[in-house]
Nanobody, 126 residues
Framework: QVQLVESGGGLVQAGGSLRLSCAAS??????????MGWFRQAPGKDREFVAA????????FYADSVKGRFTISRDNAKRTVYLQMNSLKPDDTAVYFC?????????????????WGQGTQVTVSS
């Protein structure tokens, strides 16, 4: 079992930056076995994949809509995963969720994750 708590959301102007953090309650050795992902959900839309990182941090994956603007990273010693978001656009406005999976691979779909945080709101004004 692992609990995930996101932070770092807020209101930012278009073109600005935010860094989201996701802290896990798992032990360090346990956290290092989890693949981690970020998803987002805008009002009236389905939850969509944003980025994912393998347990070692050696592999990362991004949705086309954020590639080149967002960077996912992790610090296993701190049991934390980050999402650096640059060049933000109004279309990036959503609730951002952190997710963890301890089964296999590095999922890029919602169904591939078995643990979820409560989400943090990101609002980008034009």
């Amino acid at each position: 079992q692992v609990q995930l708590v996101e932070s770092g959301g807020g209101l930012v102007q278009a073109g600005g930056s935010l860094r989201l953090s996701c802290a896990a309650s798992a032990r360090t050795r346990t956290f290092s076995r989890y693949a981690m992902g970020w998803f987002r959900q805008a009002p009236g839309k389905d939850r969509e994949f944003v980025a994912a990182i393998s347990w070692s941090g050696g592999s990362t994956f991004y949705a086309d809509s954020v590639k080149g603007r967002f960077t996912i990273s992790r610090d296993n010693a701190k049991r934390t995963v980050y999402l650096q978001m640059n060049s933000l656009k109004p279309d990036d406005t959503a609730v951002y969720f952190c997710a963890a999976d301890d089964r296999s691979g590095t999922p890029t779909s919602r169904g591939g994750y078995n643990y979820w945080g409560q989400g943090t709101q990101v609002t980008v004004s034009s």
